[in-house]
């Protein structure tokens, strides 16, 4: 009796303590299960991060692969264009300009006549950095083939960064009759409208091309840019609103409207939005700088200078980042810090006002050569000297009889390492 009374007693206490442990595994199982969750996301993104690394591994294989195939074909067919050109633009994808316009200017001089060999070669230039001589190569396709669309929206691409405005207008105005139904064509007439303050204008050019390509998503922006410069905030949004929910990557149109809610006051909009870009991007500098303006506006000095910090380590000269964080410095009693920055930041402002106002000038009044000249020397002046070669190319074609605006060009074709022979290919088309 004995025996089977403390059989019970042994199972009972068995039984209790496997209630137990399973209530424990229960109870340990619903207190871990956030860290299992965070566990599972953290391995499924190291999965996912090492599927992303063994693609752009086997990516860049093929890349050097394929770049190893174009290079020897260049070295058993040097007399080919083709084959420099399929090396040339291998390269170009791996950022190698340098190495891709030696390729490109092989190609050309094999097929001079070839006019989107020229264009490629400009583009390759102006990859580069030499601008200079990438309008002189979109000039010659030009002029092998005066509707040759690549070469028109290129050059005219030029003129607009120059603000020849009227130069850009004229050249693309001249291909609406064989390229009228090109998106791209009336989104850079657009631009040059913009540009000269002709708004309805350009907002006609921009609903024109948005019409030929709905879908294209650089359309969007400019079109809200025009809105917002008419002082037609809310249309601006409307338009952006319509286009991010509308396109796959809405960064630039995220930052467009970012800038839009902080300039009507709307921080906690503008912040959401460059946080958005942020969590893709974490170094885009302008989603910081329009972090650091929201912050600014919501009050919270220190998670501005933060964001600008980043921004002016970067970028010092974009949009007076300085002289916001300075002073957001100063209203922090970080004084000596702040007076400095603001001091730098408004000695660039007074250097960048100089090339704004002839920038403007020459807009209003293109033939003129003493705009021109100053422009050029202000430029070789900075050390930009491709741009230093176009204005006093410009120079030289106005008034060939121009001895500053030769000698000048002469200096500034030695400083850049160009061909003297320059001097006599002043062929940009008149202002």
Known sequence: METEEHKRIVEQKRLRFLLG???FVILLGIVSLPWQIRIRRHLALLHQQELQRQA??????QMNLALQQAA???QLHPNDPAAHARYAALLEQQGRFSEAEEQWQKAVLLDPKDTNLHVAYAACLDGNGKEDVAMLEYERALRLDPNNLRAALGLALRYITLGWNQNALALLKRQLKAHGDSSKLHETLAMAYFQLTRLSEAERELLKAQQLDPHDPSIFGPLAEVYWTANNPQKALVTLDQAIAQVSDPTMLLLE?????????QPDKALLDAETVLRQDPH??????????ALQFKGDLRGAIRAWQLVYDSAPDMDNVGLLLGRALIALGRRAAGRELVQESLQRMRDADEWQSLGRQIMNAPNSVPLHLRLAQYYLRIG???RAIIEF?????????NAAGREGLKIALQKAGRPLTELSL???PSH
């Open 384 to 386: 930009n000297l491709p």
């Open 393 to 401: 190319r410009a120079v030289c074609q106005l008034d060939p009889h």
């Open 56 to 61: 752009l591994q086997r990516a860049q294989e």
């Open 257 to 265: 409207r970012a800038k839009i809610y902080n300039t009507i006051g």
């Open 72 to 74: 020897q074909e260049v």
């Open 284 to 293: 885009n500098l302008e989603a910081l700088f329009q972090k650091g303006r």
């Open 426 to 428: 002043a062929t940009t």
């Open 21 to 23: 442990l399973l209530a």
